[in-house]
């Protein structure tokens, strides 16, 4: 059983990783707080799961900028003052999200705007945590560190999700955005502490030129590119996030209760994934086990898809029994999806040179936290134009054509070696 756990060596060994780390598992809850309770309230303003996915149309262009150019901002300087000012950006916009809903504005071109500065300094925030983890711990750990912080996202993502519906239903939209606010001070708490991480190697300016020679790195390192544009091809196609307040008010029944269920599945999977990723450490093929987990990653949202045409709409009280089955396939492909991000981030974070760990971090943002908005308004207007069940079928599916096409046209990544990181 200890063999199988997650490996604790990271938090043992480094105080300044430990640290960083229980900063983010405080702010971890309060954060999907805001993320879900934004999304129902732009539903249940609209009415429309357009509307919801069109949140990710307004986080998108200000997560790529600030990702591309704060990765060239973050190799230029001192990556603990760059998280700090970050991080209190962050903090400001969920105190601004708390007083709109406080005073009732009820405006959904003003959570469109927040929506849009947060993702701008949350590009810029992760850029600068991400490079400087590979400065606290040792290389081997990297593995154990990642899966680390896959527990703090599937902790936070579990209970968070659940909560907000909770909170929605009873409190309200002000107190549930307050509470996120309130978390966040753990996370300006954690950078303060760090000690100052200047950029090794080569510095050079932050600006175009700087995001350019990222840009060309990534360009000509197959192994790195790769792990981008699998992730694309799950997050873009196969995330039915913008579908869970329908799914939940329609299809399966429960209303926000069940939306905020739905979203807390992938996160519980990512949870059992992460807190039983002591063999992670030995596996030597990571290319490879992208793939698999990719692949099961549509295969189980196709089949969320098929299981909500089989329960066909809530016409009664209560909820529906396929809710069960939702929610298990759910936990799969959170199990799926964490694996893979902690062998993606792994692959990034040990074939990078330090002096450019903080642009590809910066693309690394961008994929991650832009392929999800993109998957949101993908999700959104295929369950317009198809229906939810549909659109979940149509996604999981695609997703795994656009993986193998990938993978067949660049093999080399399968053959992925951990102890030879080649870029």
């Given at each position: 059983m200890r063999k199988l756990l997650v490996d604790l060596s990271p938090l043992r060994e480094s105080p300044a990783y430990r640290r960083l780390w229980i900063g983010m598992?405080?702010?971890?809850?309060?954060?999907?707080?805001?993320?879900?309770?934004?999304?129902?309230?732009?539903y249940a303003l609209t009415q429309s799961t357009f509307a919801v996915g069109m949140i990710g149309v307004f986080s998108l262009i200000p997560l790529v900028a600030a990702g591309l150019y704060g990765g060239s901002i973050v190799?230029?300087?001192?990556?603990?003052?760059?998280?700090?000012?970050a991080s209190i950006v962050l903090w400001a916009v969920t105190l601004g999200v708390a007083f709109q809903a406080w005073l009732n504005l009820?405006?959904?071109?003003?959570l469109y705007l927040f929506a849009a500065i947060q993702s701008a300094a949350m590009g810029i925030n992760q850029a600068a945590r991400s490079a400087i983890i590979p400065r606290l711990v040792r290389p081997e750990l990297l593995p154990a560190s990642n899966a680390l912080s896959m527990i703090v996202f599937g902790a936070g993502m579990s209970v968070g999700p659940l909560l907000a519906g909770f909170l929605v239903a009873t409190v309200g939209y002000g107190w549930t955005y307050s509470i996120d606010a309130l978390t966040f001070t753990a996370v300006l708490w954690a950078v303060f502490r760090?000690?100052?991480?200047?950029?090794?190697?080569?510095?050079?300016?932050?600006?175009?030129?700087?995001?350019?020679?990222?840009l060309r790195f990534v360009a000509v390192?197959?192994?790195?590119?790769?792990?981008?544009?699998?992730?694309?091809?799950?997050?873009?196609?196969?995330?039915?996030?913008?579908?869970?307040?329908?799914?939940?008010?329609?299809?399966?029944?429960?209303?926000?209760?069940?939306?905020?269920?739905?979203?807390?599945?992938?996160?519980?999977g990512s949870l059992l994934a992460a807190l039983f990723s002591g063999p992670l450490g030995k596996v030597r093929r990571q290319g490879l086990a992208v793939?698999?987990?990719?692949?099961?990653?549509?295969?189980?949202?196709?089949?969320?898809?098929?299981?909500?045409?089989?329960?066909?709409?809530?016409?009664?009280?209560?909820?529906?029994?396929?809710?069960?089955?939702?929610?298990?396939?759910?936990?799969?492909?959170?199990?799926?999806?964490?694996?893979?991000?902690?062998?993606?981030?792994?692959?990034l974070q040990s074939a990078t040179p330090d002096h450019l760990r903080g642009r590809l971090q910066g693309i690394f943002i961008v994929v991650v936290a832009g392929g999800p908005?993109?998957?949101?308004?993908?999700?959104?207007?295929?369950?317009?134009?198809?229906?939810?069940?549909?659109?979940?079928?149509?996604?999981?599916l695609l997703c795994i054509g656009a993986l193998w096409v990938l993978l067949k046209m660049q093999p080399k990544f399968l053959r992925y070696d951990a102890r030879i990181p080649e870029p």
């Open positions: 598992a405080l702010s971890a809850i309060g954060a999907p707080l805001t993320l879900v309770a934004m999304s129902l309230q732009v190799d230029a300087h001192d990556r603990r003052k760059i998280a700090i000012l009820e405006q959904v071109w003003l760090l000690p100052p991480v200047p950029p090794e190697g080569e510095v050079h300016k932050a600006g175009l030129r700087s995001v350019l020679e990222g390192r197959p192994n790195i590119r790769m792990t981008f544009l699998v992730d694309l091809c799950a997050m873009v196609f196969a995330m039915p996030r913008a579908l869970f307040p329908a799914i939940g008010a329609v299809w399966l029944g429960g209303g926000e209760a069940t939306s905020g269920l739905l979203l807390a599945a992938i996160a519980i793939g698999v987990c990719i692949t099961l990653w549509g295969g189980s949202i196709a089949g969320v898809g098929m299981a909500l045409l089989a329960a066909g709409k809530h016409d009664g009280a209560g909820v529906s029994a396929w809710l069960a089955v939702v929610f298990a396939l759910l936990v799969l492909s959170g199990i799926a999806d964490s694996i893979s991000g902690v062998f993606r981030s792994t692959i908005r993109l998957g949101d308004l993908f999700a959104g207007s295929a369950g317009q134009l198809l229906g939810e069940a549909m659109a979940a079928v149509a996604g999981g």
